[in-house]
């Protein structure tokens, strides 16, 4: 990025795709440095999109489930069968494409199936006048609750929201 980002601002125009992993969403067993590092390009990507605003620019993410060198064995063989890599070019050249309206979206996908992942906030719970231990372990369903959930835009977005509606002590 730090290369080609000055080319897209003086041209006005931009697409760029990360290759992230499910494991960088949700963690694998015995994977840590490698999801760790997955999960840094997503917030990669995240921040990239909202620093580019002014111009002609998305970013996009793609977290492919196929069969290639490093997957190799991990599947067993009917299974790998389907799951040909050049079925995530054709999502990859997409996301990347002129039209395509897209911009932070995260796409897992692979096997002909392929579906959007989003971070959501639950509404959870209000504390007034302080939190303590025993009351956030009574009220934990409540702050858990995932019944309404919502995407943020950002961490701005994030904190203006816990701004909004939490209390002054």
């Known amino acids: ?17 990360f290759c992230i992993s499910a494991a960088g969403l949700y963690g694998h067993r015995g994977q ?3 999801s760790a590092s997955k999960g840094a390009l997503l917030a990669f990507m995240h921040s ?5 605003t002014g111009y002609d620019f998305r970013a996009n993410a793609l ?12 599947m067993p063989a009917d299974v ?28 897992i996908g692979g096997g002909g199936v392929y579906r959007a992942a989003r971070t ?3 509404d959870g719970a209000r504390f007034v006048g302080g939190l303590e231990a025993a009351g ?6 409540e702050v ?6 919502r995407a943020q835009d950002s961490a701005d977005a994030c904190f203006l929201r816990v701004v909004r509606e939490g209390t002054a002590p």
């Open 80 to 107: 790998a069968r389907r799951f040909d890599a050049a079925q995530c070019a054709e999502a990859a050249a997409w996301l990347v494409h002129e039209r395509c309206p897209a911009n932070g979206d995260v796409i």
């Open 1 to 17: 990025t730090r290369a080609v980002l000055p080319l897209m601002r003086r041209a006005g125009y931009g697409r760029m795709l």
């Open 63 to 74: 977290a492919p489930f196929a069969e290639t060198p490093m997957t190799a064995g991990a």
């Open 48 to 52: 990239v999109r909202l620093e580019e």
């Open 144 to 149: 858990t609750d995932m019944r309404g959930a």
């Open 136 to 141: 956030f372990a009574r009220r934990y369903a």
């Open 120 to 122: 959501v906030e639950a």
């Open 32 to 34: 840590a440095a490698y």
